[in-house]
């Protein structure tokens, strides 16, 4: 088995310093045909909050993707939920409703491997180098629906453009990781949660 699908890698640097998320999701809009343009769907479609602590991550991006450590106010990241609706969002203003944006959390190497067979390109989140998870040294915070999150470190969003027998092959904002063996993939991905979003027809 081969795949590779044309996905464009386009960098999330200098503007979007923590917006890997977004960028990826304008990676695979691009690669349908789309002019998505990474700053504005930062600015304009992307749920925010204005402080990153205590946010819920799977409601808002925690913080503003534009900002990086350095400053008071900065950005970490968001899961699959807020990703969803800026592409849901984007593609209903482009006036293209046979397109559909699909929350794949949970999804086992089988289903990842029957997208890309369909043609499909997926966002998936890992770390920045497949190294294993870590947290921040920050204090875990309680979310809306009774559970503790723990805020990662060095977590890291990219897309997953293709695989073979061996590899899982990705378009990566930050110009990381092109190949990555796909037992080490699905063990990041794992403890990632299984966190993946295809959009398709």
Same mark, same amino acid.
Request: with cysteine.
């Given at each position: ?10 960098? +999330?640097?200098?503007? @979007?310093?923590?917006?890997? $998320?977004? #960028?990826?999701?304008? *990676? ?5 045909? !789309? ?64 397109? +559909?944006?699909?929350? @794949?959390?949970?999804?086992? $190497?089988? #289903?990842?491997?029957? *997208? ?5 390109? !997926? ?68 403890? @990632? ?9």
């Amino acid at each position: 088995m081969y795949i590779k699908l044309p996905v464009p890698q386009i960098l +999330q640097n200098p503007e @979007l310093p923590n917006g890997c $998320e977004i #960028t990826s999701c304008c *990676e695979v809009l691009r690669f349908l045909g !789309f002019p998505a343009d990474k700053c504005d769907l930062a600015d304009n479609y992307l749920p925010q909050s204005k402080a990153w602590y205590g946010t819920d991550p799977n409601l808002l991006y925690m913080g503003n993707p534009r900002l990086d450590g350095d400053t008071p106010d900065t950005g970490y990241y968001c899961f699959a939920g807020p990703v969803i609706r800026a592409a849901r969002k984007y593609l209903a203003d482009a006036g293209h409703p046979e397109y +559909q944006v699909t929350d @794949l959390t949970g999804a086992q $190497e089988e #289903t990842l491997i029957l *997208e890309l067979k369909k043609g499909n390109p !997926f966002i998936f989140w890992a770390s920045l180098h497949f190294e294993d998870i870590q947290f921040d040294s920050c204090e875990p915070y309680p979310l809306s629906d009774g559970s503790i999150h723990r805020v990662f470190h060095q977590l890291h969003c990219m897309v997953c453009c293709g695989a073979d027998d061996t590899h899982f092959f990705i378009a990566d904002p930050l110009d990381y990781n092109t190949a990555v063996p796909r037992e080490q993939f699905m063990k990041i991905f794992r403890q @990632l949660g299984s966190r993946a979003v295809v959009i398709h027809k």
